[in-house]
């Protein structure tokens, strides 16, 4: 049901840095609707990474950023370091009928 | 700082309705301008929402699943609950509530629960 495309995976060596694609469409992101980004490390509860758009929470650390433009947005990891590694999603609002919240299908960073 | 735990059955049978709290604490539920979320998580999968309930009752729920769901809150308890009836395996989830932040449409979730399994089975 997600409506936000993903990369399935993205690896990258420690130090380097790394992006994660969202793309959307005229429903959503290009609607002008924001994104937001989480983390969510193995076996636990996803936590919130970026909200608005751009905006890091208290204690994430700013090597990570994003960015959102039409209907795509990006998240960067600059600096990867081990503890990175973990899946993230994009999520966003859709105004479609079948819409609501929506989620991004998700991307694995691995940590070469 | 709030913090939300989800409780409820760890098994349900097919057909039957999954039943699931979220307890808030450090806050309370009917404070400030916030809406209450859950959120699913089928293993090796991505997030799906379910739908939400703010202060005043009022809720929104997934398309998808609108016909199943109902969300709804015990200000006295400080807790709001999850009923999807006629469950079937591919209900089968890690269940997340969540405070849903933001100005009424374009929110995020922070904080979130830890999560519950429910498995669909007989």
């Known amino acids: 049901q997600a409506v936000l495309t993903q990369p399935p995976s993205v690896s990258g060596a420690p130090g380097q840095r790394v992006t994660i694609s969202c793309t959307g469409s005229?429903?959503?992101?290009?609607?002008?609707?924001?994104v937001h980004w989480y983390q969510q490390l193995p076996g636990t509860a996803p936590k919130l990474l970026i909200y608005?758009?751009?905006n890091r929470p208290s204690g994430v650390p700013d090597r990570f950023s994003a960015s959102k433009s039409g209907t795509s947005a990006s998240l960067a990891i600059t600096g990867l370091q081990a503890e990175d590694e973990a899946d993230y999603y994009c999520?966003?609002?859709?105004?479609?009928?079948?819409?609501?919240?929506?989620f991004g299908t998700g991307t694995k960073v691995t940590v070469l | 700082q709030v913090q939300l735990q989800e409780s409820g059955p760890g098994l349900v049978k097919p057909s039957q309705t999954l039943s699931l709290t979220c307890t808030v604490s450090?806050?309370?539920?009917?404070?400030?301008?916030?809406?209450w979320t859950w959120i699913r998580q089928p293993a090796g999968k991505g997030l799906e929402w379910i739908g939400r309930?703010?202060?005043?009752?009022?809720?929104n729920y997934n398309p998808s699943l609108k016909s199943r769901v109902t969300i709804s809150m015990d200000t006295s308890k400080n807790h709001f609950s999850l009923n999807l009836k006629s469950v079937t395996a591919a209900d089968t989830a890690v269940y997340y509530c969540?405070?849903?932040?933001?100005?009424?449409?374009?929110?995020?979730?922070?904080?979130w629960g830890q999560g519950t399994l429910v498995t669909v089975s007989s």
């Open positions: 969540a405070r849903d932040v933001g100005a009424g449409m374009e929110n995020w979730f922070f904080p």
């Open positions: 450090g806050g309370s539920i009917s404070s400030g301008s916030y809406y």
């Open positions: 309930i703010y202060t005043t009752g009022s809720t």
């Open positions: 005229s429903s959503n992101l290009g609607a002008g609707y924001d």
């Open positions: 608005v758009n751009s």
């Open positions: 999520q966003s609002y859709d105004i479609s009928l079948s819409g609501f919240y929506v």
